[in-house]
Nanobody, 127 residues
Framework: QVQLVESGGGLVQAGGSLRLSCAAS????????VGWFRQAPGKDHTFVAA????????DYADSVKGRFTISRDDPENTVYLQMSSLKPDDTAVYYC????????????????????WGQGTQVTVSS
């Protein structure tokens, strides 16, 4: 069992930056693939970024490439999402998710892959 807690959301002007944190408890995070998803009102969870357990490879949605960076701090059992050059379209509730099965290394863009989810943190970008 893995418990996830996100923090770091808030209100920021367009062009600004935020860093989201996802702290895990219950098992070693480094053995799991961790993804960030976002959900705008009336829409489904949308893949944002992932850090894959094997080799800590990272991947991003096209809409955030070059602006967002996902990283992990294994001793702290925490994954971060550094968001820069934020746009109003980035406004959403952001969720971190984790899955520790081998298949998550390949299907990490699908929300259905993940067994564990945090409660979400609101990010609002004003124009």
């Amino acid at each position: 069992q893995v418990q996830l807690v996100e923090s770091g959301g808030g209100l920021v002007q367009a062009g600004g930056s935020l860093r989201l944190s996802c702290a895990a408890s219950g098992r070693t995070f480094s053995a799991c693939t961790v993804g960030w998803f976002r959900q705008a009102p009336g829409k489904d969870h949308t893949f944002v970024a992932a850090i894959i357990s094997i080799g800590s490879r990272t991947d991003y949605a096209d809409s955030v490439k070059g602006r967002f960076t996902i990283s992990r701090d294994d001793p702290e059992n925490t994954v971060y999402l550094q968001m820069s050059s934020l746009k109003p379209d980035d406004t959403a509730v952001y969720y971190c998710a984790a899955d520790c099965d081998y298949s998550a290394n390949y299907y990490y863009t699908a929300a259905s892959t993940y067994d564990y989810w945090g409660q979400g943190t609101q990010v609002t970008v004003s124009s």
